[in-house]
């Protein structure tokens, strides 16, 4: 396009060619603040628009209370939908729909340059969940100047690549499945001497391969990979005793008390009368209060709620207004991981199980269920145990169903797993419980047998299931069961002369106050400044732990490989193996062969 000036002179007027365009979308000020991003996000952000993610969806703006202004942007396919902040300007960060190349960025600017985060996790996750059920993988969660307020909680267990967050407060959680970030590929030609080579790039590492070859010109070790997480302050309450054995509650209705084991010794700690106790019909387990963890037991229509920590007395509520569902005596508690459940065996015709709000129900003095009853089909016979385990959300009960077909006649014990739905629960799978010195089944007798038997006290100990199967010279014997298939693994023995009627879920009240950082996966690298009260409890390898300074903190690999914490008080540190030979105590690391397997902590 030309013109002419005053003078008639004509001169030429600046016109964009078509690849200038690109310079304009590049500098496109779709970051906060004006800020622009780099081509690779603004690629994740194009996608978004081409997958018809509306803005508001993947870009969330607010303002703190004390001024800051907050943006978070998701890069990539997926959507932050359901995203909130709470009046006190803690954000619930949810996302959904993400894949292993999608990033959650947030920036912070004004006020005190932090922002306070109370949760994440996926839109297809219950609030406050450790579970991984419904989780979708992300590549990074980049939120380093956000503060994980007291009691917040991260889910970040469908897979993530990278973690950052400013600090973590006291009775918080992680949950991470470490992955490595994904790996592009690219390829150049080059010449020498007349040779074609090639320059291939993986995974950040070249190498040069003649044009036709299949081995590098060059070699170099492989480098560890997995997921990075990064915190540099943990405001953990400091404790005595970084981890300690678990604990497990079992009643004894001959006493008529609540008592406190340890899972791993069978040390009986803590015995709690229980009001109205005696009977051998009874359930046992745990719940949640307000957030709080809480031992319940039920006798007859009445449960009682008793603090894990301290044991004392928390409330009571009745079961009477379960009862136009059909449900009268609880035989049976059991939470998943945030929902409890009561059973009743001579409920129906093949007993109930249902879903209460424990909170709810203590405030009220009344059970308030939560969804419709569940009632067994295909003949399976609920017997009263019922459990949890800890990060998953299938809940397991015991009955006895015709697992043998060739004694139709009979029925034998059995495990029914099912999972909580939108209206109730959903049963998902049933398995025999064969005899531990036999391989076979274990007949009850003909149909109806089961109910008319004592309650089968049925808990769990870390990842196994706990089935109380006899009482020898003086003590409960329990049976682990891998909770896939029942197969035994193993066995404690509980120092209480009765059968227990109930047995709970197992729990770590020393880790009141703590800030647990659950790890499944490869973890590449761990970095901190100063924690206080972390535990880092971690599934599979870990290469590298390094924190400034750390207090009253517990750290544990599986295995460890590197440790750099200079500055410590009150720190173990735990590993399968170090070193060559696997028994190398450098660093201060303590090797433990027989660790215990892997199992999802939580918080009491």
């Not at 309450?237 to 609540?258: E, M, Y």
């Not at 009263?384 to 169903?401: K, P």
């Not at 007798?445 to 870390?462: D, E, F, N, V």
Request: proline share 6%; charged share 10%; hydrophobic share 40%.
């Amino acid at each position: 396009m030309t013109g002419r000036n005053s003078q008639g002179k004509r001169r030429a007027k600046p016109v964009l060619e078509a690849l200038e365009g690109r310079q304009l979308l590049n500098a496109r000020m779709i970051g906060p603040h004006g800020k622009p991003i780099n081509d690779k996000d603004f690629q994740h952000f194009v996608t978004q628009k081409q997958n018809n993610v509306a803005v508001s969806n993947r870009r969330i703006a607010y303002t703190t209370p004390d001024g800051a202004q907050v943006q978070i942007t998701l890069f990539g396919i997926g959507t932050l939908a359901g995203t909130t902040v709470r009046p006190d300007g803690a954000l619930n960060l949810v996302y959904n729909n993400t894949t292993n190349t999608s990033k959650i960025v947030g920036h912070v600017l004004g006020g005190t340059g932090h922002a306070p985060l109370a949760s994440v996790r996926d839109a297809d996750t219950t609030v406050g969940s450790p579970s991984a059920t419904g989780t979708s993988p992300i590549n990074v969660v980049n939120l380093k100047k956000f503060d994980l307020i007291d009691g917040g909680i991260v889910n970040l267990l469908g897979g993530v690549s990278t973690l950052a967050l400013a600090s973590a407060g006291s009775n918080t959680q992680i949950l991470v499945n470490a992955v490595a970030a994904p790996t592009s590929s690219s390829a150049s030609n080059a010449s020498a001497a007349g040779t074609t080579l090639n320059t291939v790039t993986t995974g950040g590492v070249t190498t040069i391969v003649p044009s036709g070859s299949v081995t590098p010109s060059t070699t170099q070790a492989a480098k560890p990979t997995g997921g990075t997480i990064s915190i540099p302050i943990v405001n953990g309450t400091s404790r005595s005793i970084p981890v300690g054995d678990p604990q497990v509650f079992g009643f004894d209705p001959t006493a008529g008390t609540l008592v406190r084991f340890n899972a791993n010794t069978g040390a009986a700690l803590q015995a709690i009368p229980v009001p109205g106790g005696g009977t051998a019909i009874a359930g046992v387990g745990l719940g949640r209060n307000n957030g709080r963890e809480v031992a319940l037991v039920g006798t007859g229509t009445t449960i009682f709620a008793y603090d894990v920590v301290s044991g004392s007395p928390v409330g009571q509520f009745s079961t009477a207004s379960l009862g136009a569902s059909g449900l009268r005596a609880v035989d049976g508690i059991g939470s998943s991981d945030t929902r409890t459940f009561v059973s009743d065996a001579m409920a129906g015709t093949n007993g109930l199980i249902q879903g209460i709000d424990v909170t709810a129900s203590l405030r009220t003095g009344q059970a308030v269920p939560l969804g419709l009853p569940f009632a067994p089909a295909r003949e399976f016979e609920l017997s009263g145990g019922v459990t949890g385990l800890a990060g998953s959300d299938v809940v397991y009960s015991t009955g006895a169903a015709h697992f043998d077909s060739f004694v139709p006649d009979q029925v034998q014990v059995g495990i029914l797993a099912f999972s909580p739905t939108v209206l109730g629960v959903r049963e998902t799978a049933r398995t025999a419980v064969l005899n531990p010195l036999t391989g076979t089944d274990i007949n009850v007798g003909p149909p109806g047998s089961a109910r008319a038997r004592p309650t089968m006290a049925l808990g769990s100990i870390g990842g196994s299931l706990a089935l109380v199967t006899a009482v020898v010279n003086g003590q409960n014997v329990v049976t682990l069961l891998n909770p896939t298939n029942n197969t035994p693994t193993g066995a404690v023995s509980l120092n209480d002369p009765n059968r227990l009627a109930g047995l709970s879920e197992s729990f770590h009240p020393e880790l009141a106050g703590g800030a647990l950082v659950n790890v499944t996966g490869t973890l590449l690298r761990f970095t901190g400044h100063n924690a206080t009260g972390l535990v880092l409890n971690a599934s599979s390898p870990v290469n590298l732990v390094a924190i400034d300074s750390a207090t009253d903190t517990a750290i544990i690999g599986r295995p460890l490989n590197h440790v750099a914490i200079p500055v410590r008080n009150n720190v173990a540190i735990l590993s399968t193996a170090r070193g060559p030979r696997g028994t190398s105590t450098k660093g201060g690391i303590t090797v433990l062969s027989a660790l215990k397997p892997f199992s999802i902590l939580t918080l009491p």
